[in-house]
Structures are given as structure tokens and as C-alpha cells.
């Protein structure tokens, strides 16, 4: 136990923890970014689809009132 608490005593030993830990919470953080942002795409494509659709939909009216292929 005395070994692990001069280890820990060190700057440098002290440094580099904090370092794992920031890296670790970096990590997490990217992670949860990342879901965030597959959702948001996930919901941006769905709009586009439907902008899509509501597009095609348009061009078969317009061709049905004209008699023309739009």
C-alpha cells in the first residue's frame, strides 16, 4: 500500500493520470457526440425523403392537369 501511495504521490504519476482520465472522458464525450449526430442524420433523411416524395407528387399532378410529362 505505501508503494501505491508514493507512486501516486509523483507529479509525473499524478500528470499522467489526470491525462488518462481527461482521454477517457474525451472518449465518452465522442461517443455520446456521435449517437447524437447518427440521430440528428437519421431525422435529416427522413425529411429529405419526404421533401422527396412530396416533389414527385407534385410532378405527377402537374403532369396529369397539363397532359405533358413534367
Known sequence: MDALVAA???TENIAVI???LMC???GYTHIVW???EREDRGKMLEAFNSITTALNELR???AAMTGKSV
Open 8 to 10: 501516486i504521490g509523483k
Open 18 to 20: 489526470i491525462l488518462i
Open 24 to 26: 477517457a472522458g474525451l
Open 34 to 36: 456521435r449517437k447524437e
Open 60 to 62: 405527377v399532378a402537374i
